[in-house]
């Protein structure tokens, strides 16, 4: 049986994960820069942009393809 997950580069990365990494990186300002969404932007934290990433597929979406696109520059 083939592994479908063997090359996408989220598998195992859980949005917690993701947006943790993402704000050690760019930090919230810069982070609501890149998305225009409200929980980067007033008042931010992880939990209330959690709560919000969950409900909200376009702006998960978004949060995925940055990270995608971030991934490289991460420090190893």
Known sequence: MENKQQ?????GITLQKML?????FYGFDT????????CFTENPSIKSSLTFLRKTD???TKVENLYIKTLPKFPK
């Open 7 to 11: 090359n996408n580069p989220l598998h």
């Open 20 to 24: 943790e990494q993402l704000v050690d």
């Open 31 to 38: 982070l609501g820069e890149l998305i225009k969404i409200k």
């Open 58 to 60: 376009w702006a998960r």
